[in-house]
């Protein structure tokens, strides 16, 4: 292959996109990476005025799922997803894709993707990913939901129960868990996986926040695209919401 590969990195969580640069730096000769986006609407400008040879996108971003960004482009990259999927749903994007990447990506894992890639950009057909991404989102099912999470306490790890957590925060590579009785506890999942995992009981609010709807005592207007959400802990703790979770948020408490 005599010209690099340009790539472009989707992927709303920045520790998660700043760990796949870091990956794709042992493949200088392979793979330039040219741009990032942390939304769907961002990407697809991004995407169609760059045009890149190969996505590395997320299934879930904040304002839509990955298979809506394919939809709306003016051409067809390759791409290799990165997601937190079950093993059904990786055997489906692997008919569709170059290949998948499950989170938190390995070394080897990526070799075997960029391999991949150079074999399909050596000639070989290039899948058809929107064509099917319909009927693919009903094959898709998600990890079951969990009812504990495992969290680090001083030296040791313990069990909470989700119902007493108040919300979830991101803060730089760390994803703190705030519970219902004050305590400020770390786990090692980011944002992104947890919003894969946990129940309806539970909304991505905005980039850094998941919160407990069950929590959730007062809804007040911020602007005119965000809300400030107040939480019935001790110190009715204030979350305001983002700018791009605001339909979602609308939606979710009817406001």
């Known amino acids: 292959m005599d010209k690099l590969l340009k790539a472009v990195i989707i992927d709303d969580e920045p520790p998660a996109r700043r760990m796949l640069k870091e990956l794709l730096a042992a493949h200088p000769t392979i793979i330039q990476i040219t741009g990032e986006a942390s939304n769907g609407h961002e990407a697809i400008s991004i995407i169609n005025t760059q045009r890149p040879d190969v996505l590395f996108l997320d299934i879930q971003l904040p304002d839509m799922l990955g298979f809506d960004i394919l939809s709306q482009l003016n051409y067809q990259p390759f791409v290799i997803f990165t997601t937190a999927y079950d093993e059904y749903a990786v055997k489906a994007f692997e008919t569709l894709s170059v290949d998948y990447l499950l989170k938190p990506i390995k070394d080897s894992r990526l070799q075997q993707a960029v ?17 099917e991404f319909e009927d693919l989102l009903e094959k898709v099912k998600p990890r079951t939901e969990i009812k504990t999470l495992s969290v680090k306490k001083g030296n040791k790890f313990t069990l909470v129960q989700l119902a007493d957590v108040l919300y979830f925060e991101a803060y730089d590579k760390y994803t703190f868990v705030h519970m219902q009785n004050g305590e400020k ?32 005592v007062e809804i007040h207007k911020y602007s005119n695209n965000r809300f400030t959400l107040v939480l019935n802990n001790r110190d009715f703790t204030r979350i305001v919401t983002g700018p791009s979770y605001h339909e979602l948020v609308r939606e979710a408490f009817g406001v």
């Open 185 to 216: 506890l770390f786990c090692d999942h980011m944002l992104a996986i947890l919003s894969e995992r946990l129940s309806a009981d539970f909304i991505r609010v905005q980039k850094s926040y998941i919160v407990n709807k069950q929590k959730i």
């Open 115 to 131: 391999n991949k890639l150079q074999q399909f950009t050596g000639g070989k057909s290039t899948p058809s990913v929107w064509s």
